[in-house]
């Protein structure tokens, strides 16, 4: 789901991991994300000001958990300094496509151990969260520029242009264009 930028929802300033333990209050994220992901999928009338109640609820429980969070200790455990720095890894060399494991040797461990510790620590898979960061860079380049689809693929470092838009269609189920014109409609 893209959330225009267009719509002023006031979700947290700056990237969180966050763990939400209640099952009550993990329930109503997903169900809220589920809700704003049909409405931006029907595009109905009025979708818009939907998309921006369901956020600014979104945000709100958001906040809430953020509030709750307790200060870490001054001292990290290997597990998270590994975790945080393939995280810094992944978004500073985004535009590279570099794999998985290669970052994992750039770190001095092997994939299988940066595997294990990012899922331990995050609740998710290294390959993942590179999968993510890959989409999220591919989505800012379509929806915020008028660059050809074509030259997105290349700034991003993938072998073509029709590999680019295999891997866009296979994570969003939409390909590179449909997703540019459904954030511009």
């Known amino acids: 789901m893209l959330v225009p930028a267009s719509n002023a929802i006031s979700l947290p300033h700056q990237a969180q991991h966050l763990r939400i333990s209640d099952p009550t209050e993990q329930a109503s994220l997903t169900s809220l ?3 704003m992901r049909r409405e931006q999928s029907k595009n109905e009338a009025l979708w ?5 109640a369901y956020g600014e609820l979104v945000g709100i429980l958001l906040q809430r958990q ?5 200060p870490q200790p001054a001292r990290r455990s290997a597990a998270k300094r590994l975790s945080l720095a393939y995280c810094s890894r992944i978004s500073q060399f985004h535009r590279e496509n570099i794999s998985m494991a290669d970052h994992a040797t750039a770190l001095g461990v092997t994939a299988t151990h940066l595997t294990r510790v990012v899922k331990a620590e995050t609740g998710t898979t290294a390959a993942s969260l590179l999968t993510e960061r890959q989409l999220y860079a591919a989505h800012r380049l379509l929806i915020e520029s008028d ?4 030259n997105v693929a290349a700034e991003l470092n993938f072998r073509s242009a029709a590999y680019f838009t295999r891997f866009i269609t296979l994570h969003t189920k939409r ?8 954030s511009r409609s």
Do not use: G, N, Y
């Open 33 to 35: 994300l589920e809700v």
């Open 48 to 52: 818009h000001r939907a998309m921006q």
């Open 66 to 70: 953020t509030s709750r969070i307790t």
């Open 147 to 150: 660059m050809p689809i074509q």
């Open 175 to 182: 390909t590179p264009s449909a997703l540019r014109k459904q």
